[in-house]
């Protein structure tokens, strides 16, 4: 009964670890990529991800710019901006 339960354990301990290094993979690939679309934003550095843009025409001469990335396995990530002359 102790070695049943203790193989039970062992196992949830491993699968919960795997699901820890999971996630924290995917932050990491999240924080790179709004890193990412803010460098394209400021038009400081060309991304090493294909990133969308996207220019909304707004009032007065303004448009919001809009940088968008999308990957397989995560959710779409974007960032705008208002830009006026």
């Known amino acids: 009964m102790a070695l049943t339960l203790l193989s039970i354990s062992s196992l949830l301990m491993l699968h919960y670890m795997g699901s ?3 996630s ?3 932050l990491w ?3 790179e990529v709004w890193q990412q679309l803010a460098q394209k ?3 400081s550095e060309q991304p090493s991800q294909p990133i969308e843009e ?3 025409t707004a009032i ?3 448009y919001w710019q809009r940088v968008t990335w999308q ?3 995560l959710s779409p ?3 705008q901006r208002l830009r006026c002359p």
């Open 71 to 73: 990957a397989a396995d």
């Open 24 to 26: 924290e993979q995917t």
């Open 29 to 31: 690939q999240r924080r």
């Open 20 to 22: 820890l290094q999971r």
């Open 60 to 62: 007065n001469g303004c």
């Open 77 to 79: 990530q974007s960032l």
């Open 41 to 43: 934003l400021e038009g």
């Open 54 to 56: 996207q220019r909304i």
